[in-house]
Structures are given as structure tokens and as C-alpha cells.
């Protein structure tokens, strides 16, 4: 037992070298740490003879790590050879991942009044007077400890990654709720976690990191904020080029809804989030001098060639409107192509639906050109409180008012995604537990609830109502009965609603000639299938699978050949360029996607 003991607190050491030009900054180092943080060891990093604990998101990255350097990871207890090996390959595929922002090339532009260089963040042409924000600090009264805000402000950056799991953006929301875990268990008050902010951001300083120092700031602002301290921004009410030092990334949502017509920044980069939230957010912006730049008289910000241009001349204004026309005609004709019909070269046609998750993202989706929503995750209404009838009738309403053709997904809660008020017991493997349909038997009677809600929003309109993993035909068929009691309790006609099934759990494959017979249509979720096909769950930081396997078309194909109802596919295989000629061939006709995706799959199924 001895002779275990001591090989168990041997100590096992790695070299790791920071491969990407980015270095080893904070949504890399988040991930890192999350893994770190499942193995029941100890562990540390160490550069230039400062070791820090390997599992703390602030202090792997007050190493500040840039590329080239490399740093020892040492672990040691129960778990310190399996932790190493697991976080050595995680390190290299977030190396190999990790691919830089390049500066975006400057197109040469000739203006007869001073111009001040910049670096681009996004690209286009704006004219409005320069301008500043202003703030105003109020405190509202406040009932939680500061435990209490540390935990809220947790969990609603866990739901913005979750609600952004998608897209590019995600990690930036788990590196803030990582790094405050970090920070967050060192403090007992406001006070302590600003000090202890204050002193991380000063080790980031003058290094490769120091874009950085904004998602210190924007975390404790936001845990400010859950304790009542509220810091209003507050934008001018007409156009503007916003000038600022730097922004914190929970700000982009909030500008996005201005007249900002562009941005211009002084300290900041092209690598930090906020610059990636710009970027995303489609607004023309630049980091320059700012103070070189007069407020409140019309510049020129020409994020195309890199300038903003003082005290423009009439022919300045001239040429940037003429280039702003241009830009405008650009996007009017690929807008006028995303709401023309999707046919292949044979004159097949498909249709293209959207992923959504909100009634703001439903507007995105059928200015992007969607024919319908394939997808509605219905999740987005049950955050941290329990939403009324009321709330749910309403936002429905608002979504099926936008398209004639609405497929619903009831709640599907557990696996990777948790509420407070559903008390679901811990699982060993939630993705194989209560989750998706199976709340009918757990929690009837949030269910009972939503349904409801669908029901009077639908005032007759056509709807469809999957419900998410379905492993029987019973399963189903109960899920059914339920939502006609459901109707008949509140006596509402539902003749004019679809029920159907998410495919998504392999036994369905098998049981397709059954589910004929009960079911109104299909919708396959390849994401779920795919995990469960293969046994690796999606979120894990190490497996992974590969999308475009044989065996996933295989069991496609074995869905289409035998359904006679519509199937559809709303997984993310249905936007990947590389799968929609397969998808097409194998029969599907209608594929719905995130609506960013909406415009690029329907030209990929034109060539088709």
C-alpha cells in the first residue's frame, strides 16, 4: 500500500510550447483550465521560475505566455498521468485551433483633407460626427451578498455561452465565467475582488495579453451591476463614429442597438473580444489615436482603406458616400438572392429554414431570407426564473406571427444544460439521463404549461410540435395524449397542430415503419445522433467526432428510405458546405440552419 502511495505523489512533468501567435491568452487558457479542473490532482505551470496553480485561469495567465515560449506543467496525485496526457493533447489541438487574427489588408484611398492611420477591426464606410459616451452610476437597492452576485453573474455567463454554443463568440463567454470562478472564490467582498483585479491587470501590462485587462473590467462591472450598482451608458440619440479608449465586450450588445455608424478605439486589438464582438457585430471599426480626432464635427471612418479622415473635404464626403452606395448596392443584391428560392441544377428545389432561438433572432432569420423556422429551441424562455404562461403565450405569439411555418421544440433541459427551479438529481451521465421528453415523467407540469402557451399562441395558425428524445413509439404516443389533455383542459382546438419527433437517439432508426403510423413529420438532429452514434459526448474537450462519417449518412439515408412522413435536418451537417450535396442526393428537402448560414447554403445548393 506504501509502494502505491509513493507512486501516486511522484510528481510527473511536460514541456509545452505556445505554438500560436495569439500566445497562451484566455479562451485558450479557459478550456485548459476547465479540463484541469476534473482530475483529482494537483497541478502547476512554470516560466522563468514563477510557478503558478495550473487549474486558475489568473494565474496561468499572468505567466503571460506569448508564442515560442514554453512553460512546464507538473501534476501529481491520483489522476497527475492521466491528467497530463489529456492535457497535453488538449493544449496541442488548442494551439493547432487557435488561428490569428491577421491584420486585414488596407485598400489604398486618396483624401484631399488629413487622414489618421489606423489598424482595421471590421471593415466599411462611415460619415457622422465624432462622439463620446457618457455614464451615470446608480445604486439600486440590494438584497444579495457578494456570494450571491458572484454566483448570478456565473450563471448568466454560462447561459450566454450556452445561447452562443454555436457560434465563434462562445468561448468568449466561458473564459469570464472561468476567469471570475478564478477570482471570484479569493474574495469575500466587492472591494477585495476590485483590488485583486487591479493587481491581475497590472501583471498583464505591456505584454501580449493586455487586451485582455477589458474582460477583468467587464466582470467586475457586471458583478457591480448584480449588486445593484448600475453603470448606465448612455450614446447619443442620433448618428455617430464612437470614439473610446476601449469597450468592455458586454457594451457591443448595447451599442449594436445606437445609431452607431462606426467605431473607433485606441487601446485595444484586433485579438481581444471586444474586437471579435465588433467584428461579428458587422460595425465598421478602427483602432487609431482618438485623441487626435475633434468631437462633434462629421469625420470620414474608412475602415476599407484604414483612415479616418479630419475635417473632411466636400469631395472627401463626396467619394465616401459614393463608396458607401457601393457597399449598400453590394448587400442589396446578395439580400435580394437570400429571398429567392434554393434550386439545384437539376431544378430541384429545397427548402431553407432557420435554427432559432429567440423571437430577436426569428427577425434575423427572415431578414437573412428563411423560408421558415426548421427550429425553434424554446429553451430561450426559461432562464434563471421560472417564465409565467403569460411571458411564454407572448413570445410565441411573436415568432409565429413572423413565419407561416413554425416547428416548436419543447423544453429540452438536462445533459449540458441545467435549470435552478428543475430539480433534476446528479446524474453520472446526464446526456444518458433525464433530459428532452423524458421531463413529461420528472416535471408535468412545466411541460403542461408550455404546451399551453403553444396552444393560445397559435390562434390557429399552423404550427408543429416535436419533442426531443424520443426513444419509443409508447414515449411519443404518451407525449401526445398528454398535450391533448392538455387542450382539452383548457378547451382549445388543436386540429391545426403537427406533432413529430427529433431523431436523434439511435433506436429510432430501427423503429421508423412504427413511428409512421403516429408521427406527422421527422426533424433529424445530427448533432445529438452523431454523439450518440458514437458514444462521445459533444461538449468534451478531447473527443471528437467526425461530422461527415460513412456512418452518419448511412443512418440518414436509412431514415429517408423508410419515413412517409416529411423528414427534415436541423443539425449544424445541414449548413456544412462539404455535406449538403450528400444531403440533397440522399433525398432531404428541407434543411434548416443557424441564419447567418442561410444565404451561403442556399448558393451551395444552387451548384448542386
Excluded at 505567466?63 to 512553460?71: A, I, Q
Excluded at 431544378?347 to 423571437?359: E, L, Q, S
Excluded at 461527415?548 to 456544412?576: D, M, W, Y
Amino acid at each position: 500500500m506504501k509502494l502505491f502511495k509513493n507512486l501516486f505523489s511522484k510528481p510527473l512533468s511536460t514541456q509545452l510550447k505556445v505554438t500560436s501567435s495569439n500566445g497562451f491568452h484566455l479562451r485558450p487558457v479557459a478550456r485548459f483550465t476547465t479540463l484541469a479542473k476534473s482530475f483529482g490532482c494537483d497541478m502547476t505551470a512554470t516560466f522563468k521560475g514563477k510557478t503558478v496553480d495550473a487549474k486558475k485561469v489568473n494565474t496561468l495567465l499572468s505567466l503571460s505566455l506569448e508564442k515560442n515560449d514554453t512553460f512546464t506543467l507538473t501534476t501529481q496525485g491520483k489522476e497527475a498521468q492521466k491528467a497530463l496526457i489529456a492535457l497535453q493533447t488538449l493544449f496541442e489541438t488548442l494551439m493547432q485551433d487557435d488561428v490569428e487574427v491577421n491584420t486585414i489588408e488596407k485598400e489604398t484611398a486618396n483624401y484631399e483633407g488629413e487622414t489618421l492611420e489606423g489598424d482595421i477591426i471590421a471593415k466599411g464606410v462611415a460619415i457622422a460626427p465624432a462622439s463620446v459616451y457618457k455614464t451615470e452610476t446608480l445604486q439600486h437597492e440590494n438584497t444579495l451578498t457578494f456570494q450571491d452576485a458572484v454566483d448570478k453573474t456565473t450563471k448568466a455567463l454560462e447561459e450566454m455561452y450556452d445561447a452562443q454554443k454555436k457560434s465563434n463568440n462562445a468561448d468568449i463567454y466561458l473564459a469570464q465565467k472561468e476567469l471570475l470562478s478564478a477570482l471570484g472564490e479569493k474574495c469575500d467582498t466587492i472591494e477585495e475582488l476590485e483590488s485583486l483585479i487591479e493587481k491581475e491587470s497590472h501583471k498583464l501590462q505591456g505584454t501580449k495579453l493586455s487586451a485582455k485587462i477589458s474582460d477583468y473590467q467587464d466582470i467586475l462591472q457586471q458583478v457591480k451591476i448584480a449588486l445593484g450598482l448600475e453603470v448606465k451608458v448612455m450614446f447619443p440619440q442620433d448618428d455617430f463614429i464612437l470614439l473610446a479608449d476601449d469597450l468592455l465586450p458586454s457594451e457591443i450588445a448595447l451599442l449594436s442597438t445606437t445609431q452607431v455608424q462606426g467605431v473607433v478605439l485606441k487601446e485595444t486589438s484586433i485579438n481581444s473580444h471586444t474586437a471579435i464582438l465588433l467584428r461579428a457585430s458587422g460595425i465598421p471599426s478602427l483602432i487609431a489615436d482618438t485623441s487626435q480626432i475633434p468631437l462633434s464635427l462629421d469625420i470620414i471612418l474608412d475602415s476599407i482603406a484604414g483612415v479616418v479622415v479630419i475635417h473632411p473635404s466636400s469631395k472627401d464626403m463626396q467619394k465616401a458616400k459614393t463608396l458607401q452606395e457601393q457597399n449598400k448596392k453590394e448587400k442589396a443584391h446578395s439580400a435580394s438572392k437570400r429571398f429567392k428560392s434554393a434550386q439545384t441544377t437539376q431544378g430541384k428545389t429545397i427548402k431553407v429554414y432557420a435554427n432559432v432561438g429567440d423571437a430577436l433572432s426569428a427577425k434575423v432569420a427572415k431578414e437573412e431570407g428563411a423560408e421558415g423556422i426548421g427550429l425553434l429551441r424554446s429553451e430561450f424562455l426559461f432562464k434563471s426564473n421560472k417564465p409565467s404562461l403569460e411571458t411564454q403565450t407572448k413570445a410565441y405569439a411573436e415568432i409565429f406571427n413572423t413565419f407561416k411555418d413554425v416547428t416548436v421544440r419543447t423544453l429540452d433541459v438536462g445533459g449540458d444544460k441545467a435549470l435552478p427551479y428543475i430539480n433534476i438529481p446528479l446524474e453520472d451521465n446526464p446526456f444518458l439521463g433525464v433530459r428532452g421528453v423524458r421531463l413529461f415523467r420528472t416535471h408535468p407540469e412545466i411541460l403542461a404549461e408550455q404546451l399551453h402557451a403553444i396552444f393560445l399562441a397559435s390562434q390557429g395558425k399552423k404550427v408543429k410540435i416535436m419533442f426531443p428524445m424520443v426513444s419509443t413509439v409508447e414515449e411519443f404516443s404518451k407525449a401526445k395524449t398528454f398535450a391533448k389533455e392538455v387542450a382539452q383542459k383548457h378547451c382549445i382546438n388543436i386540429n391545426h397542430i403537427d406533432f413529430g419527433i427529433m431523431v436523434e437517439v439511435p433506436s429510432t432508426l430501427f423503429l421508423i415503419p412504427a413511428f409512421n403510423e403516429v408521427v406527422d413529420f421527422y426533424s433529424i438532429g445530427t448533432n445529438d445522433l452523431t454523439q450518440y452514434l458514437f458514444a462521445v459526448e459533444r461538449t468534451h474537450p478531447l473527443l471528437k467526432v467526425d461530422a461527415l462519417s460513412p456512418v452518419v449518412f448511412s443512418a440518414l439515408e436509412s431514415v429517408v428510405k423508410q419515413a412517409t412522413k416529411p423528414v427534415s435536418i436541423c443539425g449544424e451537417l445541414a449548413a456544412n458546405t462539404d455535406a449538403i450535396e450528400k444531403l440533397v442526393n440522399l433525398g432531404l428537402t428541407t434543411l434548416s440552419v443557424n441564419p447567418k448560414s442561410i444565404a451561403h447554403t442556399k448558393e451551395t445548393i444552387r451548384h448542386v
